[in-house]
């Protein structure tokens, strides 16, 4: 099976990355997609922030690694005490529903705060790429044993047809370094040769599953179809879809799944209709101090013009922004919810498939709990 890095393309292989000067980061500036591809430099701590802000970068595990490469851009600058307590504050700002964004800052702060200020900028460069390193491996484990789930629905169904995967929003690899969660398993069975087709839900509101998630698979060439928010239930009920992979960008101790708006609804779907639903997810995504997701997951509540408007490319090519609701009109923007464990028929981690529940993860992360 092939390595995502052996894949040919005139494109990077990582999502975030150094460029030659060993201290710009640069990233994709995934605002643009799909109508462009273009890479934007990040040089100071307050450049990473605005790009998890304004969601040039977006993707839990991704902000994760942006904002462990934003601290050692603050160190950069001012590796002094009071720089350190700076960069980090700063960064924790920016978006307050992935807990990965939180995991990363605290990882770095704590090892700077034991290092001499003349140390800590080289050593929060090294601890960043950590980061970005380990949640690649993770992502292309949790990949591994998601492939174990549909190799066996591939076998149920006698190895003819083909497996048909709805998934939510892009938990792809755009939205961590490499693989990407939700997609990871997808990726590794196209690679390994099990015809498979992907239910691509457009995401309202940003529409990140019908720019993002349609965009890499296409790139990568694995069968897909876009299709509205709404129309997942009536797939699931009409036998075309085999199981629901999607993300998370915070799931709880006991199993819960925060992950974006609409979530909860294919959940609900899946389980009317008996179709297996999975959250695929870093353990750095786990939030093991909290419980009950509906009540301590923070929702993130964003600009209400992604709801009333809409950003596509016209006819001559270029893009733009057009109002979908009457002048005026009121309109809210959660962009997140939570999906209770009791809805969620597993959890892929990369140590292995987890029940959705407090024993289940602890099963599989001890040393965690």
Known sequence: MADWTDVSSDRPTRTIWLHDDGRTVVVIDQTLLPHAFETLD???????AVAIETMVVRGAPLIGATAAYGMALGMAADPSDAGLEAAAARLLRTRPTAINLHWAVGVV?????LLPPAARAEAAYTAAADIADDDAAMCSAIGDHGLRIIEEIWEAKGGTGVVQV????NAGWLATVEWGTATAPIYKAFEAGIPIHVWVDETRPRNQGASLT???LGDRGVPHSV????AGGHLMQHG???????GSDRTTAAGDVGNKIGTYLKALAARDNGVPFYAALPSSSIDWSITDGVAAIPIEERDAAEVTHVRGQ???????????TPAGTAARNYAFDVTPARLVTGIITERGVAPASREGLASLFPDMT
């Open 240 to 246: 075309m879809v085999d199981l629901c992979i999607v």
């Open 227 to 230: 299709i509205v928010d709404n």
């Open 42 to 48: 990040l040089k100071t701590v307050e450049d990473a």
């Open 214 to 216: 349609a965009w890499e």
């Open 166 to 169: 709805l998934t939510h929003c």
């Open 314 to 324: 016209a006819p001559d090519g270029s893009v733009v922004t057009v109002r979908l």
């Open 109 to 113: 702060a704590d090892a700077m705060a």
